[in-house]
């Protein structure tokens, strides 16, 4: 697996982090967020931040509201990279 595989897959799992709801996870009630769309920017950035939280070398930069998803810029293992996550 080559390093771009690698945040690939990092990216992944913070979208799952980012979209799943917090304390729906059976295994873990704290995994997730408590994102929800109707929240202003900085209220998205804040529990962004603290559902990835977990992720070792991944922390949210930025995150900017569209009509039902928002977009994240996300630095992995010091490279940025920016995801979209939708939002009902």
Do not use: H, P, W
């Amino acid at each position: 697996m080559n390093d771009f595989d690698i945040i690939e897959e990092i990216l992944k799992n913070a979208v799952k982090c980012l979209t799943v709801k917090r304390g729906r996870f059976y295994a873990d009630k704290n995994f997730g967020s408590k994102i929800r769309a109707s929240q202003s920017n900085a209220e998205i950035l804040a529990y962004a931040r603290q559902s990835v939280d977990e992720l070792d070398g991944v922390f949210v930069k930025s995150a900017v509201k569209n009509k039902n998803s928002v977009t994240f810029v996300l630095t992995v293992n010091g490279e940025e990279r920016s995801v979209i996550a939708d939002f009902d």
